[in-house]
């Protein structure tokens, strides 16, 4: 039973997702590049899956040294099993890495509840927050984590409230300085920025994008509301951290929506939270053939999608 095989955290685990994605990537890559392969070309696809495989290593280490979740693997299951059930994250490697550098900056977030370097940890996150909003500018949402964060734990440090904009000032000034030494537009480059809106969702019509997403916002839909209830069983020092994963997804959530490019890559960003509160859902669900319909349904998606 799948369940039960990821009912603990074990190496074997990650050797198993991380072969799951490995075929999921070569797979979309092998449909969907029309490039003529040479050297370069596999670089940097080995490269990307790098970025995904680190992913899935950023994120359970965020979750369990923050005990987000119980000591089990079904957080990187249900990542990875989200990945493959929307194989557009592996074409867009700007959501993919500024996905990575989310991750960074929400591990950073999460890791203030212990009230240490709270200096350094908020400048780390919102520097690593502005990294990601150079490749996909609506990543700028999750700025709203690092004053949420801020309230939540009760930081009323003024100087704390300022950091986020250090860290910010750091990056365009960076950015400023490479573009001046490899002779580039500084204007033009900036705006070339897309910060365009847009709520046309046709370009999701597709019937793979379609089922995928119907399935995925269908578990955050039921999930969620158990999530929240369980909040309360929580200790007050653990709540915050709970309320900034539903704000994470929330965020998530609002890109997915506003993104002038819908291609399906966006959902990257609400895989993370949704995983975090899928597995302590699991964690909950007394029935196990019930645990493993979810898990299943999560497997066969892909399956049918192929067929579509």
């Known amino acids: ?29 092998a449909n969907h590049l029309t490039q003529t392969m040479d050297v370069l ?14 992913s899935i290593f950023v994120f359970d ?14 957080k990187i299951l249900f990542f990875s099993l989200f990945m493959v059930m929307m194989p557009q994250t592996f074409l867009n ?20 509840r212990t009230m240490k370097q709270v200096n350094r940890k908020v400048f780390d996150a ?8 150079l490749l996909c500018f609506w990543a700028s949402l999750f700025y709203i984590l690092i004053f949420a964060a801020l309230l939540l734990y009760a930081i ?56 995928s997403s119907t399935v995925i916002l269908s578990y955050f839909v039921w999930a969620i509301f158990f999530f929240i209830i369980n909040i309360k069983s929580k200790t007050k020092n653990y709540k915050p951290s709970y309320l900034l994963i ?21 959902f990257l960003f609400l895989f993370a939270p949704l995983s975090i509160i899928m597995a302590n859902y699991i964690e909950i669900i007394p029935e196990k053939w019930f645990k493993e319909i979810l898990i299943w349904i999560l497997i066969i998606v892909p399956l049918i999608n192929l067929m579509l």
């Open 156 to 211: 009323a440090d003024v100087r704390d409230w300022l950091i986020p904009f250090i860290g910010i000032l750091t990056v365009v000034v960076i950015s400023v300085c490479v573009l001046l030494i490899t002779n580039t537009d500084v204007l033009g480059y900036f705006s070339n920025i897309n910060t365009d809106v847009s709520f046309d969702f046709s370009m999701l019509n597709s019937p793979q994008i379609v089922v």
């Open 61 to 74: 280490f965020l979750s369990g040294k923050n005990d987000l979740t119980k000591s089990n693997s079904y």
């Open 1 to 29: 039973m799948i369940s039960s095989f990821f009912s603990k955290a074990k190496p074997i685990h990650f050797v198993v997702v991380t072969l799951l994605l490995l075929i999921a990537f070569t797979y979309t890559k």
């Open 93 to 112: 490697s700007k959501i993919l890495v500024a996905n990575l550098f989310i991750l960074f900056a929400f591990r950073r977030i999460i890791s203030l």
């Open 246 to 266: 539903i704000l994470a997804a929330l965020i998530a959530i609002t890109i997915i929506i506003i993104s002038p490019q819908k291609t399906g890559a966006e």
């Open 126 to 133: 919102a520097f690593w927050i502005s990294l990601a909003t």
């Open 41 to 54: 070309l596999v670089s940097k696809q080995i490269l990307l899956f790098g970025v995904c495989f680190f």
